[in-house]
């Protein structure tokens, strides 16, 4: 661009400067010769009143006479009379004295003179020996009554290249303005068409600035959403970056939920949002049409219920792999949310976000199945080591304790024999559940394997934890199973409780020591809990104490 603009302003004043020089020397040449012919003309008109004078009446042609008519049409100029009769000898200069006229040879052989003898006017212009200066000579015949020769004017030609000097002079002045005048035209028409020229570039660069300035925020966006790792982190993103991401003054973030009856608002951000943080799908026509919907609060239309009464609003349904996950709510003005529909950004926006969510949901799906039981929802066997590893590690920093179940379901085998194995299933599913339900949020269920589980209760005593088994054993025991509308009776579980540090601190330690418990508790009649820290632990047979049996 600088480039384009030294050319745009060197160039027109190139030709300029070009056409200056040119013009000069022009000019410089047309104001000699002008001088030269005012000076002609000056001439030229001396010689007329010098014949006037003459043919008005001339007292006597003596040198005198002649010298004092000279003196006279000569007086006060630079221009000098010079009379000479028709044999070359001059009778009267005004610029000499009579004495010097005398002194003066014979002129017929002076190119003036010669030329006016024979065409009856002469022009010369050569060195005066009389005056020692060039001289510019005028010379004409004149025949009258009174006088036959020749008459004479002439002019310095000093006084010819000061009157040049001076118009000189004025020419460079009015040159040098001009030439300021032409150079600061040419600057400012070299801006003005710099401007012009550069104007389309200028805004083709600031929306390219633009576009890469909201790219970049995209791009950033995206890359704070692909380290979330979950939706309310998502929600806490969109809610700090959503006006400018947007380009309205308002915007809300709702997630649809699995049972695909509600969205859940997980992000707000500006003034224009409606108060309720829930709201139905029936509600939203962006996700009843399945596409992008607009509602302008200045015109006539479907507005969705969930959105701000008074504000101009965008419904952009959220969707990835075929499946919807919620919606991205813009409101504002008319202006914004005209800019903003018909912006690229919204939809890149939109569209990152539900990858975003589908990731997260895949992500969380993958961890449900690498940690959790598939029939019960409860945590498998592996989590199981992993939490007990941790518990007991943070129990010897704080010199804590925690207790551990191990829960068996009594004769399991009879109702897979007596109803099918999908009533066992059932059976397991809603002891699961009833499990998962008296265990504080702190706690871990865990289905250790086949009809047998583990529950883990954190910062517990002995005593509590006893005292929490025999909930769970009261609560099963209580509830009636049914199943395909068909009763299946009275379900009841066996219990055995470790507890860290007394049954041990190593998770073999303290599995072995509920697993014995739990051994002991079927022994002795099942449906029931024992302790570990029994001392009774003592009448268990070698090989139940290794572990290396387990009754039903």
């Known amino acids: 661009m600088k480039s384009f603009r030294l050319h745009l302003f060197a160039v027109p004043l190139l030709i300029l400067g070009v056409i200056g020089i040119i013009g000069g020397v022009l000019l410089l040449q047309g104001i000699q010769r002008w001088v030269i012919a005012r000076g002609d003309v000056e001439i030229e008109w001396r010689l007329n009143n010098l014949s006037h004078a003459i043919d008005s009446g001339l007292p006597d042609a003596t040198i005198e006479a002649m010298d004092r008519l000279a003196d006279l049409i000569g007086a006060g100029d630079p221009i000098r009379i010079t009379i000479i009769d028709e044999d070359g000898a001059v009778l009267g200069d005004s610029s000499l004295s009579v004495d010097q006229v ?29 005056m020692k200066v060039d001289f510019r000579y005028i010379a004409n015949r004149h025949q009258s009554p009174t006088f036959d020769g020749y008459l004479r004017a002439s002019m310095p030609m000093n006084e010819l290249q000061s009157m040049v000097a001076q118009q000189k002079s004025v020419i460079s002045m009015v040159g040098i303005v001009m030439l ?132 101009s609003e ?51 799906s993958l961890q449900f199945q690498a940690i959790r039981d598939p029939l019960t929802g409860l945590f498998n066997r592996r989590y199981l080591e992993e939490s007990l590893n941790q518990e007991v590690q943070r129990a010897l920093r704080k010199d804590g304790s925690f207790g551990v179940m191990m829960v068996d379901v009594d004769h399991f085998k009879d109702f897979n024999t007596n109803f099918g194995h999908k009533a066992g299933d059932y059976v ?42 025999e909930e769970v054993l009261e609560r099963i025991r209580s509830r009636t199973f049914e199943y395909g509308g068909q009763s299946i009776g009275f379900v009841t579980v066996s ?58």
């Open 102 to 130: 005398f002194a003066l040879d014979n002129h017929l052989d002076r190119p003036e003179v010669v030329a006016a003898s024979a065409t009856g006017t002469g022009v010369s212009t050569r060195f005066s020996n009389s």
């Open 180 to 311: 300021v005048t032409a150079i600061l035209f040419s600057i400012f028409a070299a801006r003005y068409l710099s401007r012009l020229a550069n104007a389309p570039l200028l805004e083709l660069e600031n929306r390219v600035r633009e576009r890469t300035r909201e790219i970049e925020q995209i791009q950033n966006f995206c890359h704070m959403m692909t380290a979330c790792e979950t939706v309310e982190e998502i929600g806490e993103c969109l809610s700090s970056a959503g006006k400018s991401l947007s380009g309205t003054a308002s915007g809300a973030l709702a997630i649809l939920k699995p049972s695909l009856n509600q969205l859940d608002v997980v992000a707000e951000w500006g003034t224009d949002q409606a108060s309720s943080t829930s709201y139905s799908p029936k509600d939203c026509w962006g996700l009843r049409r399945g596409q992008i919907h607009v509602s302008d609060a200045q015109h006539e239309g479907l507005r969705c219920k969930h959105g701000h009464p008074s504000a």
């Open 314 to 364: 965008i419904c952009i349904p959220l969707v990835a792999q075929g499946t919807t996950l919620g919606v991205l709510h813009i409101a504002g003005s008319h202006d914004e949310v005209a800019n903003a529909n018909t912006s690229a950004t919204i939809d890149t926006l939109a569209e990152n976000i539900g990858l975003s969510l589908a990731n997260i949901g895949l992500r969380e």
């Open 428 to 469: 397991l599913r809603e002891i699961a559940s009833i499990m998962a339900k008296s265990m504080r949020g702190e706690d871990i269920a865990c289905r250790y394997g086949g009809e047998e589980f583990t529950l883990i209760n954190v910062d517990s005593e002995v005593d509590v934890t006893v005292r929490r088994a």
């Open 495 to 552: 219990i055995g409780v470790s507890s860290f540090p007394e049954s041990g601190e190593t998770v073999d330690e303290l599995l072995a020591a509920a697993d014995r418990a739990l051994f002991i508790a079927k022994e002795n009649g099942r449906d029931q809990v024992h302790s570990a820290v029994d001392p009774s632990m003592a009448r268990i047979p070698a090989t139940v104490a290794n572990g290396e049996t387990s009754a039903e």
